[in-house]
């Protein structure tokens, strides 16, 4: 099993910036792909980035946000900056134990608690 815990989410004016980072223990070796998803109220949860051998954004993060991956802490990082009101969300760490990126949530095998972010106009 894999356990996966988000930090660092809060509220932020528009314009700012976030980093989220997610910490990976148990069968680490077992993962090959993390990323992150956000679930805004009334909504789908919704890919925003993954990270394998490559990374992938999705179209609406894509210069503002970026991906990253500490080997030796088990952690995956999101920077997030220029955050918009329609960024607002909790965002979900997730991984899964293969190395193709997939955009669909159904694919990855292990999910954080998840981490509030707000952004205010």
């Known amino acids: 099993q894999v356990q996966l815990v988000e930090s660092g989410g809060g509220l932020v004016q528009a314009g700012g910036s976030l980093r989220l980072s997610c910490a990976a223990s148990?069968?680490?070796?077992?993962?090959?792909?993390m990323g992150w998803f956000r679930q805004a109220p009334g909504k789908e949860r919704e890919f925003v980035a993954a990270?394998?051998?490559?990374?992938t954004y999705a179209d609406s993060v894509k210069g503002r946000f970026t991906i990253s991956r500490d080997f030796a802490k088990n952690t995956v990082y999101l920077q997030m900056n220029s955050l918009k009101p329609e960024d607002t969300a909790v965002y979900y760490c997730?991984?899964?134990?293969?190395?193709?990126?997939?955009?669909?949530?159904?694919?990855?095998?292990?999910w954080g608690q998840g981490t509030q972010v707000t952004v205010s106009s």
């Open positions: 997730a991984a899964r134990a293969d190395v193709v990126i997939v955009l669909s949530s159904r694919e990855y095998d292990y």
């Open positions: 148990g069968r680490t070796p077992s993962i090959y792909t």
């Open positions: 990270i394998s051998r490559s990374t």
